[in-house]
């Protein structure tokens, strides 16, 4: 997995919105993607199969959730 080389994502993230990790995902050449937000370690996923990977119930909780 490559990683974002920036303390925080935060900002960016904000300020550019989506594209900013669509750019990240296309200039690393990958589909996941470790940084962090609010300095907290965040994977960012893309593809067919992380959307697979998200929506399976037995490895996700949905309830309560954001």
């Known amino acids: 997995m490559e990683k974002i080389k920036a303390l925080d994502s935060t900002l960016p993230m904000l300020t550019e919105g989506y594209p900013y990790f669509l750019n990240k995902f296309r200039d690393k050449k990958t589909n996941a ?3 962090r ?3 907290d370690k965040t994977i960012c996923l ?3 199969e ?3 990977l998200f929506y ?3 490895k996700f909780r949905r309830a309560g959730a954001a």
């Open 50 to 52: 992380a959307a697979k």
């Open 33 to 35: 993607l470790e940084t």
């Open 37 to 39: 937000i609010l300095f």
């Open 56 to 58: 399976d119930k037995s």
């Open 46 to 48: 893309r593809g067919e």
